[in-house]
């Protein structure tokens, strides 16, 4: 059975906007904060090209906030799965979760999912 790519767009969009919204605002500023360090300074004035100070110096920093933010919000998107599963009727992950936390056959789904929230 082929899976037609247009009935993907809506719920994906309804799922990734807010985090990506939110991800691109945290990008942001820690590129801005990491490029103003003084070390980015003295990259520059060794004559680094601007895409090697960016890609080998001030990124592997700005990292570091971003990838924390990324897990913390993964807890968001499964939950935003089970709403976005039920509303546009995808069989996926959130109902799989949802249903076996309420089933109590997965006791560790239910604990999880309070751990990640």
Request: proline share 3%; with cysteine; charged share 15%.
């Amino acid at each position: 059975m082929a899976i037609d790519w247009r009935y993907l767009v809506l719920p994906s969009v309804a799922m990734g906007a807010s985090l990506a919204a939110i991800l691109t605002r945290m990008v942001r500023t820690a590129m801005l904060e990491e490029l103003g360090q003084d070390y980015i300074r003295t990259a520059r004035a060794k004559g680094l090209s601007e895409s090697a100070v960016v890609c080998r110096h001030a990124l592997p920093n700005a990292l570091v906030p971003i990838i924390t933010v990324v897990g913390l919000q993964f807890g968001a998107l499964l939950a935003g799965a089970i709403v976005t599963e039920t509303i546009f009727s995808w069989p996926g992950l959130g109902g799989w979760w949802s249903a076996r936390s309420r089933t109590g056959i997965m006791r560790w789904c239910r604990a999880a999912c309070c751990r990640l929230d």
